[in-house]
């Protein structure tokens, strides 16, 4: 399986602030990698970098194999994007503010146009001047869905959406991944990311923090056990891999490092065990961890 | 009633605290401006120089220009008659037309850009803005009154007298505040803050070439008009406060109208109707060109029309001019000695300071591009098949199309209307304006060419070009009186170009300065497709 999207030790500052430092990410084909980060991490500004919108100041970075400022023109005709902030012209309407993004971009299906419009339940003859935030970010989305690539990238492509809607374009999202072409998601709707991404990349003050398969993070995080024990359950406290420890009456809930997981049962099963629960480790849990502190 | 207008005072403030350095280049550039020509004037009034002056004031296309004077004999054309006669009317203008927008700017423009949305949805009034504007407006316009006075009564001239010079200085803020009353009721009417701007000036357009007319037929018709209230208080020769009354229970009248509209209207709304849109789009639409046509035929079509009334206004004159030289000998002898007809000379600084008008049409689509890009439009255009150079060049090209289209424009509007007005004998005919316009098409091409070359390299300095652009202006405007040396005049680019048809047409000039545009317009190019985009306002 080919990389379609490689970026490697970016650089990029304004000024004297460096909004980028040695990023690395990448796109297989056929794959959906969740990006994501806290407000001002640099999502955009690598999205922007990777459209040839902003020019990069070091590293690499290439899609379908070619470098994306020089070649930007080859690149796009295979790949389609939903911008952030979706800034449309006031006196077109959004029928043809997508027929133009359609022509511009080199083609797209008329059948799948007037499909999606029904879908996202968007109204074409209205000006944009008079959309919601919604609506101007459903244009963004038609057009970029009614259009044929190999690559989508999509900067928080839901933000303004209602929930109806939001499964409207996950349900897209997941015709495209069966259809083989790949995505580039950012997103802060961890649900969204976490039903869609086969990989997930964390960036958080201009530098990737973590990387990888959304399996292979749990790993990393903790499960939270909730335990009630014959013995005095309090015991648990002191042992290793074990945090946040709360406990009434015999009934405790911590957190519980995966390493240590066998060690903590053991002890457990020596208080004699009446009730056990354990949650998987909650995706907000991993991503707080990496956007706090 | 007053919940209207709640926390308009700190809205005031936040005003004042956001555009000290806007108002504090504005007065002192305008008052700078009105008052600051009084030693030129002196220098050119020196022996006989105001009584020949008096003469060629008379002339009816300089009375359409500038305005009449109540002064009956040239021996009472002081100074300070001189001078109020050939500035108070464009200094005037220039202070209306800059309170305008001022106002439009900070209410109609923000409200379209959504920033009002946010300041609305706390304890303030509905009305509290455009009341803090109004009286911010009203408050820059008394100080430049204040300014302008006193540097005129400063100079110790006689004939420029403290309450005249108070008076040319009330004038002149009068206006501004007049203007800023009828842009805050275009403010509510029009849908959209370009349109409303678009009306403000057009009514200002309107009222000046009335005014042009009935200063010439009968001047009492001139009081029935808003803008006469401004000149028509002869500071220095007549000292009539009247009008400036009038103007002010005007201005009463429309801020009140403009309230009462506000107090019913949304957000955002105008109380012109919206037109319908198209489900899908026309195949014109289908391409960057005929994106940035959709975008700029607003633009393009109001400046075409106004170039076309004025050069049309300013044609209609040539038929008294004949006559006018006929009938005095001093006067035949200032403008047919250089063996020249009057026309011709006339022709060359009307289409002269007419370019200067034009090529306010071109830099403005230029800059255009830019308010694009801040806003957001351009990075989904770029994700597509759309390359930097089709975006730079189509804009390019059509503000060069533009800026031809103007010039035809005002070269038609006065060809046509003066041939018709000097009807047989004339010394000119319909080919010579349209020469004698093109030939400065040159210099329409070189304000493009800097405005394509800041969007290029550092595009906030786009509207830096408008500032060059006044300057030359004024520059060819009071050459002809002040006859500035040669090396400040060539500061301004149409200097360079020869006045045609009184001079002939020099190839080489017109040559040099095109090909100078174009090879600006490159450099803006190699800077554009190198730069960053703008993230953001």
Known sequence: ?293 | MLRHFARWDKLFVQFLKRDWKKILVWILGVGLFSAGFVPAFAEIGKGQGFRGLYETMQNPAMIAIVGPTPVDRAEDYTLGAMYAHEMLLFCGLLAMILSALHVIGHTRREEDLGLMELVRSFQVGRQANSLAVMAETVLINVLLALVTGGILAGYGESSLSAEGSLLFGASIGMSGIMGAAVALVMAQIMPVSSAATGASLGIVGALFLVRAGTDLSNESLSMLNPLGWTYLTYPFAENRWGPLGLAAVFTALAVAAAFALEGRRDLGAGYLPERKGRVAARKTLLSVHGLFLRLNRGVILAWTIAYLAIGASYGSIYGDMQTFVESNDLIRQMFTASGVSIEASFTGIILLVSTSLVAILPVAVVNRLFSEEVRLRLSQLLATQVSRARLYWTNVLLAVLAGLAGTAAAAVGLGATAVAAMGDGASMDFGDFLTAGFNFFPSVLFFAALAALALGWNPRLGKAVYLYLAYSFALNYFDGLADFPEWLSNTAVQSWIPRMPAEPFDGTVFAAVTVISAALMVAGYLGYRRRDMAEGA
Not at chain 1, 41 to 65: P, Q, V
Not at chain 1, 230 to 257: K, P, W
Request: hydrophobic share 40%.
């Open chain 1, 1 to 293: 399986m080919s990389e379609v999207v490689i970026v490697r030790n970016l650089q990029k500052s304004f000024g004297r602030v460096k909004a980028l430092q040695d990023v690395s990410l990448s796109v297989r084909e056929g794959e959906v990698v969740g990006f994501i980060g806290p407000n001002g991490a640099g999502k955009s500004t690598t999205i922007r970098i990777l459209l040839g919108i902003l020019r990069r100041d070091g590293g690499e970075a290439r899609i379908f194999g070619k470098d994306v400022w020089k070649d930007s023109l080859d690149i796009h005709r295979r790949i389609a994007y939903v911008p952030g902030d979706v800034a449309l012209w006031g006196n077109l309407t959004g029928g043809e503010i997508i027929d133009l993004f359609m022509k511009l971009h080199g083609g797209g299906d008329k059948a799948k146009r007037d499909f999606l419009i029904r879908r996202f339940d968007l109204e074409p003859g209205k000006k944009a001047k008079s959309y919601s935030k919604g609506n101007r970010q459903k244009v963004a989305l038609i057009s970029a869905l009614a259009v044929d690539a190999e690559l989508y990238i999509l900067d928080e492509p839901t933000s303004g959406l209602d929930p109806l809607m939001e499964a409207v374009f996950q349900d897209e999202v997941r015709k495209l991944k069966e259809a083989g072409k790949s995505v580039l998601l950012s997103s802060h709707i961890l649900s969204e990311v976490e039903r869609l991404a086969d990989r997930v990349v964390i960036i958080r003050q201009g530098r990737v923090v973590e990387s990888g398969t959304l399996e292979e993070l749990r790993h990393l995080t903790r499960t939270t056990i909730t335990l009630a024990t014959e013995g005095d359950v309090r015991e648990l406290a002191a042992v290793r891999g074990v945090h946040d420890f709360r406990a009434t009456g015999n009934q405790a809930t911590f957190s519980a490092d995966r390493e240590h997981l066998h060690h903590i049962l053991s002890e457990a099963v020596k208080l004699g065990i009446r009730n056990i629960e354990a949650v998987p480790p909650a995706l907000e849990d991993l991503f707080m961890r990496h956007y706090g502190n």
